[in-house]
């Protein structure tokens, strides 16, 4: 959820001066786009990985500030419930072993906060929806991170609605929620992986990206079970769409695009993404006094918006301007070898697909933002279309289609050490057995959520991956 503020509250002369800030700063990000003043060689690969705290029960454990204090690690952050906890990892070079890089350095991040979480009684365990939650673990007096941040994206979300957030979710089962406060987005966590790119690639890596997130939707779903109903397959993806949609009555009627979406349209420009960024109010409007060039309201800003495919534009350590695109479609879990798998089956899906001489932009966005949503609800069972407009079950399309792209993307950029971890993808789909499938199996043959985390939490951390678990 980004950086931590120092005010607690704001008025209209903060909203002003945001906004005339958000203004020069978005002119100076054209100017860069008119220079073509990015860095055009590099590529890079990093993460975050947000993880749930859980006691010897199974049930959500606040003590995130306790774990991040003993910690004291930079790269670990708050996230907004008390029983969640982000890890930031270092960012690598694409090599023939970034994979390898990137396992070790989370591998390490993980077992740091494993070990501290030990001290206070509690175990980390990674799922998209922690199944154990309760409505009583959304009271945000009790269950909120202690931070200006959330207070404030609370306080003006409900501010801008008008009314309280409305959960409608329709799944094997009906969930139907409603809160004042933003705390309906603590149900969900994630992975996001970060591609930085060379300028030129940007606008086809952002295309492709938006297919390859449709495609690993189906391969990687871990959160069907939400608050004791059996909902969608990668439930989190309809949870954060309205758990922060801030428009009110008159703006749905006006079928404006809530701060969460798939996107638009295809794309010609990445600066078109950031000049989009105007049709959305601040929620957070902190004025820094900061030179331009830091573009801190304009980060701060895009920040608050959140794309499934988000384009982000970073700094490196040379001082050199840089894009990338952070996807957000994974959920966390269930292991880390998981998460290894499905880290380098988007990333060697995007590349593939950027690759494969196919125009992306042939069949009607409409169409691909329809199966993103369909693959959300019903895994690798749904229909969906292929990029040439061939439709058939999303397993079928992983096996035959999207993994030989993805080895393909993979070696095409130079990394060697992803078969195994593209194995295990493959593996998943022909067993059927993804995170999410087991989790909705222990369920409804148990209906013990603690039971559940219980187990799932044996077999997590013996890092074997979800396929391979015994049924329950």
Same mark, same amino acid.
């Given at each position: 959820?980004?950086?931590?503020?120092?005010?607690?509250?704001?008025?209209?002369?903060?909203?002003?001066?945001?906004?005339?800030?958000?203004?020069?700063?978005?002119?100076?990000?054209?100017?860069?786009?008119?220079?073509?003043?990015?860095?055009?060689?590099?590529?890079?690969?990093?993460?975050?990985? +947000?993880?749930?705290?859980?006691?010897?029960?199974?049930?959500?454990?606040?003590?995130?500030? /306790?774990?991040?204090?003993?910690?004291?690690?930079?790269?670990?952050?708050?996230?907004?419930?008390?029983?969640?906890?982000?890890?930031?990892?270092?960012?690598?070079?694409?090599?023939?072993?970034?994979?390898?890089?990137?396992?070790?350095?989370?591998?390490?991040?993980?077992?740091?906060?494993?070990?501290?979480?030990?001290?206070?009684?509690?175990?980390?365990?990674?799922?998209?929806?922690?199944?154990?939650?309760?409505?009583?673990?959304?009271?945000?007096?009790?269950?909120?991170?202690?931070?200006?941040?959330?207070?404030?994206?609370?306080?003006?979300?409900?501010?801008?609605?008008?009314?309280?957030?409305?959960?409608?979710?329709?799944?094997? +089962?009906?969930?139907?929620?409603?809160?004042?406060?933003?705390?309906? +987005?603590?149900?969900?966590?994630?992975?996001?992986?970060?591609? /930085?790119?060379?300028?030129?690639?940007?606008?086809?890596?952002?295309?492709?990206?938006?297919?390859?997130?449709?495609?690993?939707?189906?391969?990687?779903?871990?959160?069907?079970?939400?608050?004791?109903?059996?909902?969608?397959?990668?439930?989190?993806?309809?949870?954060?769409?309205?758990?922060?949609?801030?428009?009110?009555?008159?703006?749905?009627?006006?079928?404006?695009?809530?701060?969460?979406?798939?996107?638009?349209?295809?794309?010609?420009?990445?600066?078109?993404?950031?000049?989009?960024?105007?049709?959305?109010?601040?929620?957070?409007?902190?004025?820094?006094?900061?030179?331009?060039?830091?573009?801190?309201?304009?980060?701060?800003?895009?920040?608050?918006?959140?794309?499934?495919?988000?384009?982000?534009?970073?700094?490196?350590?040379?001082?050199?301007?840089?894009?990338?695109?952070?996807?957000?479609?994974?959920?966390?879990?269930?292991?880390?070898?998981?998460?290894?798998?499905?880290?380098?089956?988007?990333?060697?899906?995007?590349?593939?697909?950027? %690759?494969?001489?196919?125009?992306?932009?042939?069949?009607?966005?409409?169409?691909?933002?329809?199966?993103?949503?369909?693959?959300?609800?019903?895994?690798?069972?749904?229909?969906?279309?292929?990029?040439?407009?061939?439709?058939?079950?999303?397993?079928?399309?992983?096996?035959? %289609?999207?993994?030989?792209?993805?080895?393909?993307?993979?070696?095409?950029?130079?990394?060697?050490?992803?078969?195994?971890?593209?194995?295990?993808?493959?593996?998943?789909?022909?067993?059927? /057995?993804?995170?999410?499938?087991?989790?909705?199996?222990?369920?409804?043959?148990?209906?013990?959520?603690? %039971?559940?985390?219980?187990?799932?939490?044996?077999?997590?951390?013996?890092?074997?991956?979800?396929?391979?678990?015994?049924?329950?």
């Amino acid at each position: 959820m980004g950086e931590e503020i120092s005010k607690e509250n704001f008025d209209a002369q903060d909203f002003d001066r945001f906004h005339e800030r958000l203004v020069e700063e978005t002119s100076f990000v054209r100017s860069l786009f008119d220079r073509r003043a990015f860095d055009d060689a590099s590529r890079v690969l990093g993460y975050e990985l +947000e993880l749930c705290l859980v006691d010897a029960q199974g049930q959500p454990s606040k003590v995130n500030a /306790q774990v991040l204090n003993d910690c004291a690690n930079p790269l670990l952050t708050l996230e907004l419930a008390k029983f969640n906890l982000e890890i930031n990892g270092h960012p690598f070079v694409v090599d023939a072993d970034v994979l390898s890089h990137m396992d070790a350095d989370l591998s390490e991040l993980y077992y740091q906060v494993q070990q501290s979480a030990l001290g206070f009684g509690a175990h980390t365990v990674l799922f998209g929806v922690l199944p154990s939650l309760h409505r009583a673990h959304l009271n945000t007096d009790e269950y909120m991170s202690e931070q200006h941040r959330y207070n404030q994206l609370s306080h003006q979300l409900i501010k801008m609605r008008g009314r309280p957030v409305q959960l409608d979710l329709h799944g094997e +089962e009906h969930l139907s929620i409603e809160k004042n406060d933003v705390m309906l +987005e603590a149900l969900g966590t994630s992975l996001q992986i970060h591609m /930085q790119v060379p300028f030129d690639e940007a606008v086809d890596t952002y295309n492709a990206a938006l297919w390859a997130s449709m495609l690993v939707l189906g391969a990687t779903p871990n959160s069907p079970l939400v608050l004791g109903k059996c909902c969608w397959q990668e439930s989190r993806i309809g949870i954060f769409k309205q758990a922060v949609d801030t428009r009110n009555p008159q703006e749905i009627r006006d079928h404006i695009v809530p701060r969460v979406h798939f996107g638009k349209a295809y794309i010609e420009s990445i600066f078109d993404l950031f000049e989009d960024n105007f049709y959305y109010s601040p929620i957070l409007p902190e004025v820094i006094d900061k030179p331009i060039e830091a573009l801190h309201h304009f980060n701060l800003h895009n920040g608050t918006i959140w794309r499934w495919v988000r384009p982000i534009l970073g700094l490196n350590s040379s001082g050199d301007y840089h894009l990338r695109l952070e996807l957000r479609v994974v959920p966390s879990g269930p292991t880390l070898l998981d998460t290894m798998a499905n880290t380098a089956f988007y990333l060697g899906l995007t590349e593939g697909l950027k %690759r494969c001489g196919e125009n992306l932009r042939a069949l009607d966005f409409s169409t691909l933002e329809t199966d993103f949503y369909r693959a959300a609800q019903y895994g690798m069972r749904s229909q969906v279309h292929w990029i040439n407009g061939f439709e058939d079950s999303l397993k079928n399309l992983i096996l035959s %289609r999207a993994l030989p792209l993805a080895r393909q993307g993979l070696e095409k950029i130079g990394i060697i050490d992803s078969a195994r971890l593209l194995d295990i993808i493959e593996a998943r789909m022909v067993s059927e /057995q993804t995170g999410a499938n087991w989790i909705l199996q222990h369920w409804k043959q148990h209906a013990d959520t603690s %039971r559940l985390v219980q187990t799932y939490l044996q077999h997590a951390d013996s890092n074997t991956p979800v396929h391979l678990w015994p049924a329950p």
